[in-house]
């Protein structure tokens, strides 16, 4: 597998990371802080250099403190008014340094917290500038400085991290679910005793905890800075976790030759539908055969043969025995891969039909909806799923399959844990769309918006990734260019939309631009 570029790297391995490069580059400390403070500043500049705001600068002791420090510097010379606000009796060799640089800054005035009293007064025009902690923190904030990221996240009106939210942790957030508050303006819950930035700026890749639900109020919008991190370290370093980079997805969708015919792209069956549901069996034909397959056959019951033959003119109809839901399963040995679960609901009969699948096939198969709901109620079944096969469950259903879990982290292991159990690829749906390999590797998707959250585009996804299986895409490229793709076409679909508007069909109206996007090295 080609896809393994785009690493996610752990707190300690980004440590080791800035060592390594200190040591073999070779740099000085203070010279790599200064480098990875111009790129914070110009991050910060781009954003907000038209503000008339005044910047105040929250310093602690370490090597985050000491990046702060540099970016006041370079934000006074960028013409702003700088407060900073010293919160460590300590600092850092490097960290030292720079706050003797400040000396000549007139724009610049140095105070020092010892006490509530000496916390900032926050104007709302102010823009707070996080540099206490940063990731290397190992236990939860308490005491003054518990006091002061609360007494921040009160009175902030704007608030940029530097690396990551002080109180936050970069991979496992579990014991701050107990500082849980919510918003009583936006009914966004937050870490009480994390910063709550808007902004966050990270340096070379983000963490992992950055990937996660519960972590979003507190992160904000997060942008990642390269610093220049040796790159012999990071090619080197082991990970099983990984971002779904463009140019890996681009490097690894088949090219066609002239002479190949529709036989050369596979047949695939989808089992879809039921009555009153049909509409999910239309979107993921329709995905199915704008992802390039070469055949499919669309097996529903009675009620939907018109519909379907009628919507979707290019897919060949299997018409079960039923009228109204899915009874039975067609041969299978003319197909490629199997697709299961749009719109089929949940009666005893059609689960009768899952097990008969699960038992006939040797496919990998794609499980999507219902075709989930009705696994989950037979958990003895689950070692009959076939090698390679794909789940795509949201976070509610994967519960349903796995048992619930305390938080998203834990949810995260689990994931892992189920892929690796029963030799299956389990892609969990939501933001950054995390797909969990047999071997422990997660590939966390980059595309997508807020827009798909919406009926219908799981549907659309099950027929994208049907798609690729049948094409002859191993079981984990089908996956993960499968959900690069349809958060693609997405990405493409709210440029001519919002993210309010935008349906499921509309993915599928964009899958060509996304393709040819995808060949042509655009946007």
């Known amino acids: 597998m080609l896809i393994k570029h785009m690493k996610i790297l752990l707190s300690h391995q980004i440590r080791e990371a800035d060592a390594y490069t200190i040591a073999n580059e070779p740099i000085l400390d203070i010279n790599l802080m200064e480098r990875a403070s111009r790129a914070i500043t110009d991050c910060i500049l781009r954003k907000y250099q038209n503000t008339n705001s005044n910047f105040v600068v929250i310093i602690g002791q370490g090597n985050n403190g000491g990046d702060g420090l540099a970016v006041a510097r370079m934000?006074?010379?960028?013409?702003?008014?700088?407060?900073?606000?010293?919160?460590?009796?300590?600092?850092?060799?490097?960290?030292?340094?720079?706050?003797?640089?400040?000396?000549?800054?007139?724009?610049v005035t140095i105070k020092t917290i010892c006490d509530k009293i000496s916390f900032p007064?926050?104007?709302?025009?102010?823009?707070?500038?996080?540099?206490?902690?940063?990731?290397?923190?190992?236990?939860?904030?308490?005491?003054?400085?518990?006091?002061?990221?609360?007494?921040?996240?009160?009175?902030?009106?704007?608030?940029?991290?530097?690396?990551?939210?002080?109180?936050?942790?970069?991979?496992?957030?579990?014991?701050?679910y107990s500082s849980l508050?919510?918003?009583?303006?936006?009914?966004?819950?937050?870490?009480?005793?994390?910063?709550?930035?808007?902004?966050?700026?990270?340096?070379?890749?983000?963490?992992?905890?950055?990937?996660?639900p519960e972590t979003e109020a507190n992160v904000g919008h997060f942008e990642v800075v390269q610093i220049g991190l040796h790159s012999t370290f990071i090619e080197n370093a082991n990970s099983e976790l990984y971002l779904i980079n463009k140019e890996d997805v681009m490097q690894n969708i088949a090219k066609r030759n002239k002479?190949?015919?529709?036989?050369t792209f596979g047949h695939g069956l989808l089992i879809a539908g039921s009555y009153g549901k049909m509409g999910a069996a239309v979107l993921a034909s329709k995905a199915c055969l704008r992802t390039g397959i070469g055949l499919l056959t669309t097996h529903i019951p009675k009620a939907g043969y018109e519909i379907?033959?009628?919507?979707?003119?290019?897919?060949?109809?299997?018409?079960?025995?039923?009228?109204?839901?899915?009874?039975?399963?067609?041969?299978?040995?003319?197909?490629?891969?199997?697709?299961?679960?749009?719109?089929?609901?949940?009666?005893?009969?059609?689960?009768?039909?899952l097990i008969e699948l699960l038992e006939k096939t040797v496919q990998p198969i794609v499980f999507d909806a219902d075709a989930l709901n009705l696994l989950s109620e037979m958990p003895e079944k689950y070692d009959k799923l076939p090698d390679k096969s794909i789940l795509t469950p949201h976070p509610k259903e994967f519960e349903r399959l796995n048992g619930s879990t305390s938080n998203h982290y834990e949810r995260f292991l689990a994931q892992k844990e189920f892929a690796r159990k029963y030799n299956s690829i389990v892609i969990i749906k939501g933001a950054h769309t995390a797909v969990a390999l047999p071997n422990g590797y997660v590939f966390f998707n980059t595309t997508g918006n807020p827009g798909i959250a919406t009926a219908g585009s799981g549907d659309v996804l099950t027929g994208i990734i049907l798609s690729f299986l049948a094409q002859g895409y191993s079981s984990e490229m089908a996956a993960i260019i499968g959900v690069y793709v349809h958060g693609l076409a997405a990405d493409i679909a709210l440029e001519k939309s919002s993210v309010e508007a935008l349906i499921a069909s509309d993915v599928i109206d964009n899958l060509g631009v996304a393709f040819r996007t995808l060949k042509t090295h655009e946007r």
């Open 181 to 212: 508050e919510t918003d009583f303006q936006t009914g966004t819950k937050y870490f009480r005793n994390a910063i709550r930035a808007d902004f966050t700026i990270t340096l070379e890749m983000p963490f992992l905890s950055f990937l996660f």
């Open 75 to 107: 934000l006074a010379d960028a013409g702003f008014h700088i407060d900073v606000y010293l919160a460590a009796k300590h600092l850092s060799v490097s960290a030292k340094t720079n706050l003797n640089r400040l000396d000549n800054c007139d724009t």
């Open 259 to 263: 002479f190949s015919h529709k036989g």
């Open 308 to 353: 379907i033959q009628s919507t979707v003119i290019e897919a060949m109809a299997s018409v079960d025995g039923n009228d109204k839901i899915i009874s039975e399963i067609p041969n299978l040995t003319t197909f490629d891969a199997v697709g299961i679960g749009s719109g089929i609901g949940k009666s005893d009969v059609t689960k009768k039909a």
């Open 121 to 176: 007064e926050l104007k709302s025009s102010d823009i707070v500038i996080d540099a206490l902690f940063g990731s290397g923190i190992n236990g939860e904030v308490s005491g003054l400085y518990l006091d002061l990221i609360q007494y921040i996240n009160v009175y902030s009106h704007t608030t940029i991290a530097i690396d990551i939210p002080s109180g936050l942790f970069p991979e496992n957030n579990s014991t701050l």
